[in-house]
């Protein structure tokens, strides 16, 4: 649905605005908190006599954990609120970190990344719920800047890894003391969210013959869209691994240097952290579904030309199109979900979280199956078929 409306706003009250900065701090927190930790990978992988394949697999772990615990988010969140389930897994997920220092074997470290990637979906689905209550108390647009914001504080959060890890911080040291600064972040945060239940920023749905029979075909409908907004939401997972996993190998196979290849990713979450923090200002002005149909047309159109006519300058101008193409799509997917009627409180947000996490987990192999079989140019069509899909499916935001 647009969110343009012909009318002058209210401002925001006191209490939203200040919600807003706090949803924003934990968002911020939440892309810091593990994009710290992964700069430490490489003293890990030594000090437990790790191989790549045992790495990987530990690594896996983490969206494992996501896939298993995802689904619960909803329960939580009817049971302890969206606030409380966003700060104080945030709190837990900071001591779950102090973990990692002190696990005697690659298995108990996958096992911590099991339980980091359980408590990350909650507190993921939990976030995005509270900063769509602050949302529809605003009246516009809103959740795009905390998507971008979470991308700033996993930039922050790398830098803090890396400097730790050139300090030659000892590990446990550097975790600690991490844990302690994010986790007192989240309790400052908790005070200023919102109160009362999650429905209270809704405006109440006017009855129709759907719901006044039984809300069969009202239930229906919204699975259907559900099923939709998973698809999409699936898209923009392949689009953001593309860069994270291949990009740097794609570059190489141009003959890029080990500096230029890398910079594949950074043009992909520069794009779109650029996107999202701009993201919301065209959505209010050109509708959700707009700016989703115009991304997916940026996305399959930026990759298609990186791809058919490769060279470094263009797979780095595709790699940035897609990131800004998909900037807005995932939010967009979350916030369509939360709206759907029909659905109890938090399912719909849930669901999609999930099925995204689904998208990170199956999207590797399978553009490196493809490589395998054929190349990487051919694996990574995918992101042009994601792109075409989002175009395909935007009528549903």
């Not at 969110?3 to 701090?25: F, G, I, N, Q």
């Not at 042009?384 to 009528?395: K, Q, W």
Request: hydrophobic share 55%; glycine share 12%; proline share 5%.
């Amino acid at each position: 649905m647009s969110t343009t409306e012909s009318a002058p706003r209210r401002p925001p009250a006191p209490a939203a605005r200040r919600a807003r900065v706090a949803v924003a701090a934990v968002f911020l927190t939440n892309g810091a908190l593990f994009a710290n930790v992964v700069p430490r990978y490489p003293q890990l992988k030594t000090e437990l006599g790790m191989s790549n394949a045992v790495l990987g697999t530990v690594v896996a772990a983490m969206p494992l954990g996501a896939l298993v615990a995802g689904l619960f988010a909803s329960a939580a969140i009817r049971r302890f609120r969206s606030s409380r389930v966003a700060t104080m897994g945030i709190v837990l997920f900071a001591a779950a970190t102090t973990l990692v220092a002190v696990a005697p074997t690659w298995f108990a470290l996958a096992a911590v990344m099991f339980v980091l990637g359980a408590l990350d979906a909650v507190i993921d689905v939990a976030q995005n719920a509270h900063g769509l209550r602050v949302q529809r108390s605003y009246g516009r647009s809103i959740v795009n800047s905390f998507h971008g914001l979470w991308s700033v504080g996993a930039v922050l959060g790398g830098l803090l890894g890396s400097a730790a890890a050139g300090l030659r911080l000892p590990l446990g040291v550097h975790l600690a003391s991490t844990a302690v600064l994010f986790s007192a972040v989240a309790v400052v945060a908790l005070r200023f969210m919102l109160p009362g239940p999650e429905d209270a920023e809704r405006e109440p749905a006017p009855a129709t013959p759907a719901t006044t029979t039984g809300g069969r075909s009202l239930r229906g409908t919204a699975v259907r869209m559900l099923a939709a907004l998973g698809v999409l939401a699936m898209c923009g997972a392949i689009v953001e691994d593309a860069g994270a996993s291949w990009g740097a190998l794609y570059l190489t196979g141009l003959n890029a240097s080990a500096a230029t290849a890398g910079l594949a990713f950074v043009a992909l979450q520069g794009a779109m952290t650029v996107g999202r923090l701009t993201g919301d200002r065209a959505v209010d002005r050109f509708g959700q579904r707009t700016v989703v149909r115009v991304g997916g047309l940026l996305t399959a159109t930026g990759m298609g030309v990186a791809l058919g006519f490769p060279s470094i300058g263009t797979a780095l101008a595709g790699f940035a199109l897609a990131g800004l193409g998909v900037a807005t799509l995932i939010p967009a997917a979350m916030h369509s979900a939360d709206e759907l009627p029909g659905l109890p409180d938090g399912l719909g947000l849930t669901v999609v979280s999930w099925l995204l996490r689904v998208g990170f987990l199956a999207s590797p192999p399978l553009v490196g199956l493809i490589a395998d079989l054929s190349s990487l140019r051919v694996g990574l069509l995918g992101v042009v078929v994601a792109g075409v899909l989002t175009v395909a499916l935007s009528r549903r935001v």
